[in-house]
């Protein structure tokens, strides 16, 4: 079993909706988790930190949850700007790396 | 602020080549790290440094080589390149993952480095 596990997509929503993705992590000492955005061909760069007590950012909403060892990434009023690939990262066991996610990818529709 | 520099950007090579990769960061960060990217798997860690002087293997190290003489380099070697190793390599460096009071612990990644082996 993968450490980080993501659905792959592809999810195509219209302009406008509100998407929801999840990651799963299977180390339950992780402490920091990351979700980064990925452009075609462009290198990953970080879209937010995931804290405890989850963490809002304009359209962007992170969460975690420990119970079940998953955080999420909602995304509402979807622009054509936000098609891309998502990852998410979550701290290894030997706290000194991020393991990530296979990444989801998004297209938001006109 | 260059943040972190990836030479060279594209390179094709045959297979038994060496190469080496180089990534520079000018942020004075601890760590230091070398993924490979290929579709449908994400990004895999090859190997890491903790600091000068220091190397660890991550994820899948076999059939690369890396060093760090210097804070702010990490060079990534290619002993005799395979058609497996044909992917594009990013480079990344943190502060240090757990962040600090200062430090979110956000990896900055290089924009990357496609290499064909043929």
């Known amino acids: 079993r993968k450490e980080v596990e993501q659905d792959p997509g592809p999810f195509n929503v219209p302009e406008g909706a509100t998407v929801a993705f999840n990651c799963t992590y299977s180390n339950s000492a992780s402490q920091s988790f990351f979700w980064y955005r990925q452009d075609c061909r462009k290198e990953p760069k970080l879209l937010m930190s995931v804290y405890s007590s989850g963490n809002e950012d304009g359209r962007f909403t992170a969460q975690l949850n420990r119970a079940s060892q998953y955080i999420s990434l909602l995304i509402r009023d979807s622009k054509l700007s936000d098609s891309a690939t998502y990852l998410c990262?979550?701290?290894?066991?030997?706290?000194?790396?991020?393991?990530f996610g296979p990444g989801t990818r998004l297209s938001v529709l006109p | 602020n260059a943040g972190v520099t990836q030479t060279p950007k594209f390179r094709v090579l045959k297979t038994g080549q060496s190469m080496t990769l180089l990534c520079a960061q000018d942020m004075n960060h601890e760590y230091m790290y070398w993924y490979r990217q290929d579709p449908g798997m994400g990004l895999r860690l090859i190997h890491y440094s903790v600091g000068e002087g220091t190397t660890a293997k991550g994820e899948v190290p076999d059939g690369y080589n890396v060093s760090r003489l210097k804070k702010q380099n990490f060079l990534l070697g290619l002993e005799s390149a395979a058609p497996s190793q044909t992917s594009v390599y990013f480079c990344?460096?943190?502060?240090?993952?757990?962040?600090?009071?200062?430090?979110?612990?956000?990896?900055?990644f290089g924009e990357g480095s496609r290499l064909t082996v043929l």
């Open positions: 990262a979550a701290q290894d066991n030997y706290g000194q790396n991020f393991v």
């Open positions: 990344a460096s943190s502060y240090s993952p757990t962040g600090g009071l200062d430090d979110t612990g956000e990896l900055f």
